[in-house]
């Protein structure tokens, strides 16, 4: 047991002799399970959870009000009017969906990488991925109209319809596209659980439990024959979800770039689009797991270290995405044409000047803060950076979106306004997200345990490896 | 640790049980690695390792060839490669199958098959396919879902997903002999020991799933009853439609007479007359129709009696002229613009661009009537291929004469061939082409026969004059 603190509970400096530890306090494997099952095991979750999910209870109700006069009175219920004709349910799409790829992320591409303190970390964030992906595909759901023929969405073949989607059209690319991306996270994140399902399956009391996750485990043993091809699919799924995932955001922003609009229709936007979603979706995991790690006594799996690491690559994708802005200011000047100058010209110094210096604060000024070790290790400051951030990509979207009021023809200009029921989905869109989160933290393993326990360092690998490295690769 | 012990006695395993393992515990994944790699040694063949998770170095071990999971997955993707592209094919670029044809869709002057612009949806169904197949089969080739493995009936197993390391050496294995077996495995540091037994007494389907099972059969039964019965038969019946169309929505038409709102029997009339819109009340005029000047809105002086009819296409069909025998006659056609128009050069080029607009294509640029429309038609009725009546030239000697009124009636109504304009042309730009003709008149303009006439700039003056 760790009774004794040896080690520091920071991991955060560099020591170049010996690779830094990704599970402090000497924990063994059955502290790490214990550690982890404890959230689910408690008779009673903490104080603090029975007030987020009441809350977001409350919130995701109201969303339900909001659908239920949406769908009875048809989209005339949103701000949406000419010349907006996509008002917040696309800046809340794109807003859901970027922070959505955090997720997949943390679980492909640094698991490509071999960085190993994705293990304690992607869980959590592939659940978040989930969740944010059903709030993203929830507004453009509703926003089509007439629900009941949502199929029509997909090729399907129809008896008096006799038509097909008109495959050349980003929109149908994006029901493709967030439709395989929401579908593969969902594969990922539950072939990832399977092993730590089975673990709480083999320490439920309740018969209920026993059963579900006896279910939910589909009778794993961990045999290492079923190691073997569970690891070489985890590869393959982590091999095809790396180009999926930037191509979710590709696609997404396809929908603005494709059109002719001036602020649009620039090349930009894929690369800036991708960058800008995993600086969103990082913002997302450092706001959700902090306090998760507080409040779960989760510090020695989630080291500061963890953290340290994603404030450095919300840093530099935040570089990335002011240096878009920048870019998006040059090209309009070099370009030579009006439109296009007038567009970026309105958008810092127009109609919606605010949005846009909301936008520049949140994402290129004060994750500058980063550059500072006190501000990517205190955890007050990283959280509130990190909700500031979010802030900033949800205006970055309404910026975006708000090109449309004023594009080539005066006469077609028009200030958008949105609704109750607009501002009301959107907090509503938060409700759903935190209920997920708040049920997975309360009833999933929200760590990797079998991930975790592979890269901790154990008592008889200083043993027989002659404490050279270890596991902690 | 809880169990001290070394060798734990099965529990009760009963006549009607089976052993069909030994399932040694191990402390740490490197003593199963070193284990694994002794039992391969001793010749063992059917063994299998467990542990909370994956350990390095345990494949060649136990001597785990690699999986085929890869190339497995890559046939799906190729298939799926292929389903993709005929997908887009069928729906967007053909439509002469008999069923469910595709809908050839013309897109910004692309191919209708456009490769480029194919490729976001193909590559998300390859994603989708292939991580269908990697996950899906490595579930298939791991044999699971299994929830019925004895394994899980040891308690002792369950701390294989926490911390404990297992090696199970299967009873049906050429080498396996109860005795040595279970003590090669204490050679090869085994913690504890455990038989793993199957149960041989609720083998037994349960009646109740007997039961289930029959009345599952009979009712599959109903469906191709039920398509027996009704084949080779006609009906009146309405197909089933689970979603409305468009088509049947309940409204009010606004020119319909029969609502389909309510049933056929008693349906929801909102009139009694059956209408569900009101005749407007006797004498009313519609906005814009409101034409009560004589001189401005028909040309004519107020009081001079209109004659029957002598208006449209048809009411003289050979000529216009006023004075040709047999027609009835004329009212007397204002000579002065009327009041409210005043005719300066901007009214003018208003004219002429209106005159350029609808009345080149027959009378010419000049007024000759040597618009290319003309000219065509008069090409085709000399082969006998159409009729046609020349359009006459504004330079005419039975047109110069004529009353500005008469000029405004004629693009108002129409006069032989040529269609009335008033539809198209707002009353205040019919005055205006008026002037244009009129300065058009004045000047003169006659080009040579055969060459294209060129658009004539009408000096403010001349303008003026025509007043």
Not at chain 1, 38 to 51: G, N
Not at chain 1, 356 to 370: E, K
Request: proline share 6%.
């Amino acid at each position: 047991m760790a009774a004794s603190v040896d080690l520091s509970l920071d991991n955060t400096y560099e020591d170049p002799s010996r690779r830094a530890d990704l599970v402090l306090g000497g924990m063994t494997y059955g502290d790490i399970t214990e550690n982890v099952a404890a959230i689910w095991e408690a008779d009673r979750p903490p104080r603090t959870w029975y007030i987020v999910f009441t809350i977001s209870v409350i919130l995701l109700a109201t969303l339900g009000a909001c659908l239920f006069h949406l769908i009875m009175q048809g989209v005339g219920v949103w701000g949406n009017n000419n010349p907006v004709y996509w008002g917040f349910p696309i800046v809340n799409f794109v807003f859901w969906v970027g922070i959505g790829h955090a997720g997949t992320l943390i679980s492909a591409i640094l698991f490509l990488f071999r960085q190993n303190w994705r293990t304690s970390i992607n869980r959590a964030a592939e659940a978040m991925t989930i969740f944010a992906v059903i709030c993203a595909g929830l507004f453009p759901g509703v926003h089509i109209g007439r629900l009941w023929v949502f199929y029509w969405l997909f090729p399907v073949p129809t008896e008096h319809l006799a038509m097909w989607p008109n495959f050349r059209s980003p929109l149908l690319w994006d029901v493709f596209a967030v439709g395989t991306y929401a579908t593969v996270s969902l594969l990922f994140w539950y072939m990832g659980m399977v092993p730590d399902i089975a673990t709480f399956r083999d320490r439920a009391k309740t018969k209920v439990g026993k059963i579900v996750y006896s279910l939910l485990s589909l009778g794993w043993t961990g045999s290492a024959r079923n190691w073997h091809r569970y690891e070489m699919a985890y590869t393959i799924l982590a091999a095809l979800a790396t180009p999926l995932v930037l191509s979710v955001h590709t696609i997404v922003s396809f929908d603005f770039a494709v059109s002719q609009l001036p602020g649009w229709h620039t090349t930009i936007f894929p690369p800036y689009f991708v960058a800008g979603a995993i600086f969103s979706g990082f913002a997302m995991v450092v706001t959700l797991l902090v306090p998760c790690r507080s409040l779960y006594k989760l510090e020695r799996l989630i080291t500061i270290r963890h953290l340290e690491n994603m404030n450095k690559i919300i840093m530099a994708t935040g570089l990335m995405v002011g240096t878009a802005y920048g870019i998006e200011f040059f090209i309009a000047w070099y370009g030579g044409v009006k439109f296009e100058q007038f567009a970026f010209f309105n958008r810092a110094f127009g109609n919606y000047w605010f949005a846009y210096w909301i936008m520049v604060s949140c994402n290129v000024f004060i994750p500058q803060l980063f550059w500072f070790k006190w501000f990517r290790t205190n955890l007050v400051a990283m959280v509130i950076i990190c909700l500031l951030v979010n802030v900033g990509m949800w205006f970055e979207r309404f910026v975006i979106v708000m090109s449309l009021t004023r594009d080539f023809l005066p006469s077609s200009w028009g200030n958008f306004i949105p609704s109750l029921t607009d501002y009301l989905m959107l907090a509503g869109s938060f409700g759903l997200f935190f209920t997920l989160f708040t049920l997975f933290c309360r009833y999933l393993p929200v760590i990797a345990i079998s991930e975790v326990k592979n890269v901790s360092r154990q008592p008889h690998d200083e043993i027989e490896h002659h404490g050279s490295e270890g596991h902690a690769h | 640790m809880a169990h001290s012990h070394k060798h734990d006695k099965p529990v009760d395993t009963g006549p009607k049980s089976k052993m069909v393992s030994l399932v040694a515990q191990f402390d740490d994944p490197h003593s199963l690695v070193a284990a694994c790699g002794r039992a391969r040694e001793a010749g063992y063949k059917k063994f299998d390792a467990y542990s909370p998770f994956p350990v390095h170095g345990i494949d060649d071990a136990i001597g785990i060839r690699r999986t085929r999971l890869p190339f497995f997955v890559l046939a799906i993707a190729f298939c799926a490669c292929g389903f993709g592209l005929f997908l887009q094919y069928y729906t967007n670029a053909t439509d002469s199958s008999p069923i469910f044809p595709g809908y050839k869709y013309a897109i910004s002057g692309k191919p209708m098959f456009s490769l480029p612009a194919n490729i976001p949806v193909l590559f998300e169904i390859i994603v989708l396919s292939s991580a269908f197949a990697s996950f899906f089969g490595m579930w298939i080739l791991n044999g699971l879902p299994r929830f019925a493995n004895p394994l899980h009936r040891l308690p002792r197993f369950r701390r294989v997903t926490n911390d404990k390391f297992f090696l199970e050496i299967d009873a049906s294995d050429e080498k396996f002999n109860e005795n040595r077996s279970r003590q090669q495995l204490e050679e090869w540091g085994a913690r504890a020991i455990e038989e793993c037994h199957v149960d041989l007494t609720d083998q037994k389907i349960p009646q109740v799933f007997k039961l289930a099972g029959i009345v599952l059969a009979f009712a599959l039964l109903l469906p191709p009853a039920l398509i027996y019965r009704a084949h080779g038969m006609t009906s009146r019946a309405p197909r089933l439609h689970v979603v409305p169309d468009m088509d049947w929505q309940e409204k009010y038409k606004t020119q319909g007479t029969g609502p389909n709102i309510g049933t056929a029997d008693a349906p929801a009339l909102l009139f009694r007359d059956n209408h569900s819109m009101r005749k407007p009340v006797p004498g009313t005029i519609a906005r814009g129709d409101l034409t009560e000047s004589d001189e401005f809105h028909r040309g004519y002086k107020t009081g001079t009696l209109p004659p029957a009819k002598t208006s449209g296409p048809n009411a003289d069909a050979q000529d216009g002229q006023a004075a040709a025998p047999g027609t009835p006659p004329e009212p007397e056609w204002v000579t002065e613009f009327p009041e409210g128009i005043v005719v300066d050069a901007a009214f003018v080029s208003r004219g002429k661009q209106r005159f350029e607009i609808y009345c080149v294509a027959c009378h010419g640029y000049s007024g000759n009537g040597d618009g290319l429309v003309n000219q065509r038609a008069l090409g085709l009725s000399a082969t006998g291929e159409a009729a046609w009546t020349a359009a006459k030239s504004l330079h005419d000697p039975t047109v110069k004469p004529q009353a500005i009124g008469r000029i405004y009636d004629t693009i108002t109504n129409g006069r032989s061939t040529m269609g009335p304009y008033k539809s198209q042309i707002p009353v205040k730009d019919r005055w205006a082409i008026v002037a244009y003709v009129r300065a058009l008149q004045e000047t003169g303009i006659k080009p040579p026969a055969g060459t294209a006439p060129a658009a004539t700039t009408i000096p403010a003056n001349d303008a003026t004059k025509a007043k």
